[in-house]
């Protein structure tokens, strides 16, 4: 069974910075995308990062020049190094992955349990 297991959340002043971990353990064939989305108390879930085994990245606009994610393929890990931050950054923090069970398989989501991340003003 596929499973998702974050870590690095906490409580930071505004400026500060965090780095989130997230693992993908079990049996899998291969990741397709690997990233974060976030949600805050109140609003839909939001992409923050999604990276691409190639390496490709996608950024929300509100975090662009401030987070940086970064994949270890060898590890299925994938890391959101979080600079700068804002209050507004305040939310649970969750690990995305798209992947297969098997070579010809259907892409499948996977979600971790969720980080919380609070930044005070």
């Known amino acids: 069974q596929v499973q998702l297991g974050e870590s690095g959340g906490g409580l930071v002043q505004a400026g500060g910075s965090l780095r989130l971990s997230c693992a993908a353990s079990?049996?899998?064939?291969?990741?397709?995308?690997m990233g974060w989305y976030r949600q805050a108390p109140g609003k839909q879930r939001e992409l923050v990062a999604s990276?691409?085994?190639?390496?490709?990245?996608n950024y929300a606009d509100s975090v662009k020049g401030r987070f940086t994610a970064a994949r270890d393929n060898a590890k299925r890990t994938v890391y959101l190094q979080m600079n700068n931050l804002k209050p507004e950054d305040t939310a649970v923090y969750y690990c995305n992955a798209v992947l297969t069970m098997t070579p010809f398989g259907t892409p499948q989501v996977y979600w971790g349990q969720g980080t919380q991340v609070t930044v005070s003003s």
């Open positions: 990276s691409t085994s190639g390496g490709l990245t």
């Open positions: 079990g049996t899998m064939f291969s990741i397709n995308t």
